[in-house]
Structures are given as C-alpha cells and as structure tokens.
C-alpha cells in the first residue's frame, strides 16, 4: 500500500506499507527517511530536529548527492552535494510487485532552475524497492550533446545503538583520502568511531558490513567503487542546527558513492546507475 501524506506545513512524502517493511520517501530530493521491516527497528538515522522545509534536506535517511559531492568545486556558493536532494522530483510509479515488496519510482529531470545550476541537460530516475531488503538505485541518463561529470553518493544514516558499539567491516587495507586531514591514507583493520571521521574510500570492494551490538548491517554497492563514512562528533555535531548535539552518538554514514577516481562521465545519450543494497 502507498499513501500520500503531508507534514502540517505542506511537506509531501508517500508512505510505503507491505508485509515485509515500511518506507517513507519525501518527494522533495526523493528522499529515503525511514525504512523498518515488520517488527524490526529502523535501519536509517533521522534527526528528531531535521528540517523538513522546501529548500532545506532532510538530516538523516539517504539523501542523494547529485551531480556533485560536498562542496562545489569552483562555485562554493552553489548547494552543498549538488541540487537533486533540495529539488522536487516527480512520483512516476508505485508497483506492489506481491504483498513483500513494493517498488517506487520518482524521476528528476533537467528545468530552468537546474540549468541555473549545471548547464547540461539529464534525466534522474530512482527506483526504490521496498522488501525485506532495501534497494535504492539512481539512474544518470545523459540527454546533452556533452559528456558531463558527475559525482555522487546515496548518503546514507545508519541508526547505531551507540557510537561506541559499532564498526565496519570490509574495508581493510582499502585506500582512502581523509577529508578532515586532506591526507591520502590505508585502511588499517576495521573501521571504528572514536573521533571526527571523513573519509572518501577508493577500491572499495562491497559489501560493507555495519556491526552493531545486536544486528549487522550489509550494505553492497553497485555501480560504485568508491564509499564515504561519515560522523561528525562532538563538536560539529553541536553546531549543526538540524541534528542534536549527542546526535553523533546514535548514527554513521556509510554512503555508496561515485567519487574522486570515481566519478563518472557519460557520454550523449549514455547513462550510468548507482545501487545501494541494504540488509
Ligand atoms: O558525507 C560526508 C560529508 O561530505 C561531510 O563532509 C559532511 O558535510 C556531510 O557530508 C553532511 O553534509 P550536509 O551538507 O548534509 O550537512
């Protein structure tokens, strides 16, 4: 079942029920913002103090960083991760394959505001399915005469019992550039969560595993050979104005991305598409 639903201010989101999971996905950045199977508890962070405002992303679930990561990298004026997460996409479909999945499909495509931003033209098609597993996969398609770059990344919050309780799995002896150090690094064993982390893996073989005290998370990425883990801590924790300040103490961000080496150049009427396979 899909209902549409509305914050009191006029936020819109569709809210995905089957027997397998539930799911609630914002039109606006086609984002992610909850996922829970049937009698489990929530696989994606949200911030109990996320904006959920036009114009504003949503702080926690998966936003989609798109057509480029971070900062822009000659206009710093232009939106942080690029447009796609703060535009309103359009809902193509809601299929309901059987009563354990349902597959959603939202679509971005080029307008005047985008071209305000980024001067090529594309079309953006998502398709979530929502089952047991979670599956989230962002189609580029290139509809200009150039090729154009983009970098990307499914930024996604995992909910962690504790910050202290948990690390990753997967990512030894993998390279990695630390964004908070500009050094370029090794994966030294498992990734735990004592400090500030940053960090743009590269060769990244999937999956990623999420351990926590009582469940494992597996994230496998397609279409990617890059991941970003993410938590900002104490202090840039405090001040950010959409998260609380022990926020950092119940999240990380494991994002199944396309950047750096990775970064991607379709060509005229090419496409390419990054999954982000959770269980
Ligand atoms: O994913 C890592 C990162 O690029 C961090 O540097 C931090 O900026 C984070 O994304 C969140 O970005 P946001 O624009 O959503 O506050």
Known sequence: MAEHKKFENGFEYIEVTNKSARARIALQGAHLFHYERVGGKPFLWLSETSFFEEGKAIRGGIPICWPWFGKHATEPGLPQHGFARIFVWQLLEVNATD??????????????????????????????????????????????EHPFKIISALHSYFAVSGIDNVYVEGLANTPYFDALTKENRVQQGRVHITEEV???????????????????????????????VWNPWIDKCAGMGDMPDDGYKTMLCIETANA?????????????????VIS
């Open 99 to 144: 009563a354990y999945s349902t597959e959603v499909t939202l679509q971005l495509k080029t307008s005047a505001e985008s071209l305000q931003l980024w001067p090529y033209r594309f079309e953006l098609l998502l398709h979530i399915t929502v089952s047991r597993t979670l599956t989230i996969t962002l189609t580029t398609k290139n509809r200009d």
């Open 198 to 228: 940053d960090r743009i893996y590269q060769n990244v073989h999937y999956p990623l595993i999420l351990h926590d005290r009582d469940r494992t998370l597996q994230v496998d990425g397609q279409g990617s050979s890059s991941a970003v």
């Open 260 to 276: 750096l080496q990775d970064a991607q150049m379709p060509a005229p009427g090419e496409e390419h598409t990054l999954t982000a």
